[in-house]
């Protein structure tokens, strides 16, 4: 007998636990996924009036009986089941039951998900919506754990099954590989369509398409290093803003379509192919199987979809070459590493940066420690040059996009070391500007979708430290902390590499502690099926594929569709442009530039008119364009030479006799 001073019992369970409490737990959990399930088939008979209910408290009265109701039936048919087999099972009664329990277990899950997959229900409520997704993951994740760690309740039925025929080996494995080509092929065909769709539509902008494709174009006809007249004017460098020398790589297929669609299709299809790198990254830890779905899970991730529908940046192109150099790395391919390394360092100076978070990574983790400090000194190395030394001479000595950070900068300060000085010397000022509900809502958009799984060790600091210094640390200035844009690169990249280590570091530790195998597996598996929930919810709520109601691209939502009006004033633009002279320098409206700018000199009206001969306006112009417009028409300076549709094409120097009657037209 337990003395009066005797440890209580700890929770056990298992037969070694009093029987009653073993009983009570087993009908407590049955009476919880009871209650689960009814309330999931409540919510689901509902439909979209379920939007009302949980979103504001309001709709039928009805309705919310028959949730109370429901709820309690389930939850009393469940433990009555339980109760009849304790009372009429001859032998194993309790442990029937509790396993079956723990068995059933991921149904505590199953209230949660008709509530996540109501896009309407979530405009607005995003952080609540984020909140009831890691309360899901965490439930997922614990109860397959708890599931995958208990024999079947039906042992002996279970043994007595033949286990289904399974294709062979080979083919088991080259099938969940084959998947993933038939997926990123999808994905890339996707987006293109879409984003070309957007470009058709004159959806895309002179930032940031247009500069881009004029820089291409530049390249492509040997003009100034980076070059790109939408930027400023005739003599305007982006080298001091970003060194993209893979421009002249991306130039050999844009000689063959010269046009910002290539551009776009490309973007598509690099982001696409990443997911082949990361299989294989994930099949040196994990099984076929596992690596496909991890690869998967890639092209659902929904700042991605965001960043890939908002024009063209180099940025989207660095997963594929960043994974292909920890591949090669870590297969000891030195020589392909190199050749990669040198693509990689190409496409854009903070590339670099990240470059050498991978060496980072390969030397902290154990992998390859040796080649790490290699790989993050040339990254290192590289990135510091150009953004301390060289990018500063195209801008006259100063540096580009410090005002992003401007709140960090001390007295006297104009460059990123002030911001590295505030950071590191003064945390708590760092830490007051960090501590945004607007930053907390960005975090945990990048984060939920892995489940935080990367986080399940130390190596999730690695993890998080790019993001952290490119995007957290900006100040007052929001597409860095906005899901939409190409800067969720750097958190994409690392959280996919911590999500696989970790993934490994489990299957690794089944494979070398054979008593604990069954244990280690079931954590594993379980923290797969929770990311593949809170990747499947959070796509479907902000990403482009699962549905297209709320995903947005850039600055504001994308539009999917394609109207009879956007298709008329497609016509009208180029049936204008088809007028200007193929090497004729001219400014237009922001959203026309991209559709003009495969020459030398095209410019946006919101850096002025320059020494432009065309002018290429939608009418009625907006904002700074509609003051610029204005004084051109006024002054005499431009002649409107035609008009289409709602867009106007005026000449340098022609004739002013419809001048009046546009401005007039158009209450200018």
């Not at 298992?14 to 209650?35: H, I, K, N, W, Y």
């Not at 304790?86 to 509530?115: D, G, H, Q, Y």
């Not at 007051?432 to 945990?444: A, F, N, T, W």
């Not at 020494?611 to 290429?616: G, H, I, K, P, T």
Request: with cysteine.
């Amino acid at each position: 007998m337990q003395g009066i001073d005797a440890p209580p019992v700890p929770w056990k369970e298992s037969a070694e636990a009093p029987a009653l409490s073993v009983a009570a737990r087993a009908l407590l959990r049955l009476a919880g996924e009871g209650a689960s399930v009814a309330l999931a088939v409540w919510a689901l008979r509902v439909g979209d009036r379920i939007v009302d209910f949980a979103g504001s408290n309001s709709g039928r009265a009805t309705d919310r009986t028959y949730a109370f109701v429901d709820m309690v039936s389930g939850a009393v048919a469940a433990v009555l089941l339980g109760t009849a087999v304790l009372a009429f099972k001859r032998t194993n009664a309790i442990e029937f039951v509790r396993r079956l329990s723990l068995r059933l277990s991921p149904l505590l899950a199953a209230w949660i998900l008709p509530l996540l997959f109501r896009w309407r229900l979530w405009q607005g409520r995003e952080l609540t919506f984020l909140a009831l997704v890691s309360l899901a993951a965490l439930v997922v994740q614990r109860s397959v754990r708890a599931m995958l760690r208990t024999p079947p309740a039906f042992r002996e039925a279970a043994a007595a099954r033949a286990r289904p025929a399974r294709p062979p080996g080979r083919l088991r494995n080259a099938l969940p590989f084959v998947g993933v080509l038939v997926a990123a092929a999808g994905y890339a065909a996707y987006f293109s369509y879409y984003t070309l769709r957007n470009h058709f539509r004159i959806g895309t902008a002179a930032l940031d398409l247009g500069l881009e494709d004029n820089l291409v174009w530049n390249a492509v006809h040997w003009g100034p290093l980076f070059k790109s007249s939408p930027l400023g004017g005739p003599n305007v460098s982006h080298g001091g803003y970003h060194q993209t020398y893979f421009a002249y790589v991306l130039g050999i297929p844009y000689r063959l379509w010269p046009d910002p669609r290539t551009l776009l299709v490309i973007q598509a299809t690099f982001a696409g192919a990443a997911a082949i790198p990361l299989y294989f990254l994930a099949r040196r830890r994990l099984s076929a199987p596992e690596s496909g779905i991890v690869a998967v899970l890639y092209l659902l991730y929904a700042p991605l979809h965001g960043a890939n529908l908002y024009d063209f940046h180099y940025l989207l192109l660095a997963p594929l070459f960043l994974w292909t150099v920890l591949n090669l790395v870590e297969v000891r391919r030195y020589g392909w590493a190199a050749l990669a390394i040198a693509f990689t360092l190409s496409i854009r100076e903070d590339v670099a940066a990240l470059l050498a978070f991978v060496g980072a990574y390969l030397v902290l983790s154990g992998i390859r420690p040796k080649a790490g400090i290699v790989v993050a000194l040339v990254g290192g190395a590289y990135f510091v040059a150009l953004k301390m030394f060289v990018m500063p001479r195209f801008l006259g000595g100063s540096e580009a996009f410090i005002e992003m950070f401007r709140e960090l900068l001390p007295e006297g300060d104009r460059g990123y070391g002030g911001v590295l000085k505030t950071a590191i010397g003064n945390p708590g000022y760092t830490l007051g500007k960090l501590l945004e509900r607007d930053k907390l809502l960005y975090v945990l958009q990048i984060l939920v979708p892995f489940a935080f799984l990367p986080f399940r060790r130390a190596i999730g600091l690695i993890c998080i430290a790019p993001g952290f210094l490119f995007t957290l640390l900006s100040t007052k200035y929001m597409p860095l902390i906005q899901p939409t844009f190409q800067y969720t690169t750097y958190w994409t990249v690392f959280l996919f590499i911590g999500s696989v280590a970790n993934l490994g570091w489990m299957r690794e530790s089944e494979l070398s502690h054979p008593a604990e195998a069954v244990e280690w597996r079931a954590s594993r598996h379980a923290w797969i099926a929770a990311m593949v929930c809170t990747m499947l919810a959070t796509s479907y709520q902000f990403g482009a594929i699962l549905q297209q109601h709320t995903a947005r691209g850039g600055f504001g939502p994308f539009r999917f569709d394609l109207t009879p009006a956007d298709v008329a004033h497609h016509q009208h633009v180029y049936k204008l442009i088809a007028e200007v002279p193929p090497d004729a320098k001219i400014v237009s409206s922001e959203t026309i530039v991209p559709h003009v700018s495969q020459r030398k000199n095209s410019y946006t009206l919101r850096t002025g008119l320059h020494d432009a001969e065309w002018l290429l306006v939608w009418m009625p112009p907006r904002g700074d364009e509609r003051i610029l417009v204005v004084q051109a028409l006024r002054a005499g300076t431009y002649g409107v030479f035609d008009e289409s549709g709602e867009f106007m094409l005026a000449k340098r120097g022609y004739s002013t006799a419809k001048n009046a009657h546009v401005m007039a037209h158009y209450g200018l």
